[in-house]
């Protein structure tokens, strides 16, 4: 045995109390096996649906906010730049927040995380519509988006905050966790497709005029511009089917390797695209290829972090309800790093001198976006898998995270103390 191995074993070891290891080294008793927790394919779907809507409003808001403030209210380019920057920033300091909330509110007959989920779906659901909603007084407009973007947002955090962290609960089995977790996964990038493709489509048939430019320097882009859209949906359908894919994958090579594999699966694409001019096949092959990688990226960090959580109780048994604490700060960093590179590609293209509603564009701005699209990802790609060496959670690991929280348990279970959190909401669900 290699050392670091020893040494992985020995720690793991020492987690666990005296009682639970003396137990173990006394002489094997027969005892009835315990069947596992094993979910069925309804349980699964059942669980995955709860992701859809969250996958379709945000993608409905985040492309077709901005144009509705615009051309359909009629709120000016500052008071929508307002709203839309108010918002995002609320909706990202409300994920933490929300998260230590759950964590500190009390059991109820429903369990901690239902009641969250039940009593935040109505009032997201009348915000959500109240949003594209055109009031009477045009002076209060600002506050009224302002207001009800917010409320929606806070919403529809209290509802995925918990809806996530349901992952840890569903069920003890770490197999049965991912699998769960792929089924979810493929129904919210299915929900993105629907957000973008039906009000895609009804934003679609608006005419919008754009102006004309003669400098020779240009390019044109109303016909990148459709072409970006139908390789955008090819990209989600290749994501959508290669889910199920990668949770073969990951169950038979492990999580690292996954994640080794299937973010690093763009690069070669993403070089062609950079070091050969554009044409409609490598087009659609690098939006195959970057649907590969999206699946992953979709799938294996929401399959990675129960595992992380299993580690720190094992670490900490004392701290108990920090499961959304975890999934929020998940989402927290998420729509930062979204948030983040949205507004540098931005400026970027400001910089480059891109030109609003312009039927063509000057050069710098295909070179900007060649390098946006291209090199900017690569870069980032190799410095994330560079980072990625330090996770220390491999499979030998999991196995004995898995060990030992099955011994805490079943200790828990023979003494006579009340059931933990995991297996009273298992039990209400």
């Known amino acids: 045995m290699a050392k670091g191995e020893g040494a992985e074993s ?12 003396q137990s173990t080294e006394r ?15 309804c349980n699964k779907l ?6 859809a809507p969250y996958q379709v409003t945000g993608c409905a808001l985040g492309f077709f906010l901005q144009i509705y403030l615009l051309d359909v209210a009629q709120v000016g380019p500052f008071s929508a730049s307002i709203i839309l920057f108010v918002g995002r920033a609320w909706d990202a300091i409300t994920d933490p927040l929300v998260g230590l909330c759950i964590s500190k ?35 209060g407009q600002t506050y009224w988006y302002l207001l009800f973007y917010c409320l929606f947002e806070t919403m529809v955090t209290c509802f995925h905050v918990p809806y996530s962290a349901l992952t840890m609960f569903i069920s003890t089995e770490q197999t049965e966790r991912d699998s769960a977790t792929a089924y979810r996964m493929t129904v919210e990038v299915l929900g993105t497709v629907l957000g973008t493709a039906i009000q895609g489509q009804i934003v679609g048939q608006a005419d919008t005029p754009c102006f004309q430019d003669l400098n020779s320097s240009t390019v044109a882009s109303q016909s990148a511009n459709h072409t970006h859209g139908t390789t955008s949906h090819r ?34 694409f993403l070089i062609l695209v950079a070091l050969m001019e554009s044409n409609l096949i490598i087009t659609y092959a690098v939006a195959v290829a970057a649907g590969i990688s999206v699946a992953a990226a979709f799938l294996l960090p929401w399959s990675m972090l129960p595992d ?60 900007t976006l060649n390098m946006l699209v291209t090199m900017a990802p690569i870069v980032l790609i190799l410095l994330g898998l560079l980072l990625f060496k330090m996770y220390p959670i491999d499979e030998e ?11 805490l348990r079943d200790e828990a279970s023979s003494s006579g103390c009340s059931e933990t959190d995991s297996t009273e909401l298992a039990s209400i669900l």
Request: aromatic content about 16%.
């Open 105 to 139: 509110s009390p059991w109820t007959c429903l369990g901690r995380l239902m009641p969250w989920i039940i009593f935040s779906t109505p009032l997201a659901v009348i915000a959500y519509f109240l949003i594209w909603f055109v009031p009477d007084f045009p002076h």
């Open 308 to 367: 992380v959580i299993d580690d720190f109780h094992l670490k900490q048994p004392h701290f108990h309800g920090t499961e959304p604490i975890f999934f929020s700060f998940y989402v927290f960093f998420t729509k930062f790093a979204s948030g983040v590179s949205l507004g540098i590609s931005t400026l970027s293209l400001d910089f480059a001198g891109y030109q609003t509603r312009g039927c063509s564009q000057p050069e710098r701005v295909k070179f």
């Open 235 to 268: 990209e989600t359908l290749s994501a959508t089917l290669t889910i199920p894919i990668w949770q073969w994958f990951l169950t038979r090579f492990g999580k690292k390797t996954a994640v080794y594999v299937g973010i690093s699966s763009a690069v070669p």
């Open 10 to 21: 020995g720690s793991a070891a020492g987690l666990l109390p005296t009682s639970i290891l």
């Open 46 to 51: 059942c669980y995955a649906l709860g992701g």
């Open 397 to 407: 690991r999991r196995r004995q995270n898995k060990k030992a929280l099955q011994a």
């Open 27 to 41: 002489p094997a008793q027969k005892e009835p096996k315990k069947k596992k927790q094993q979910l069925s394919v």
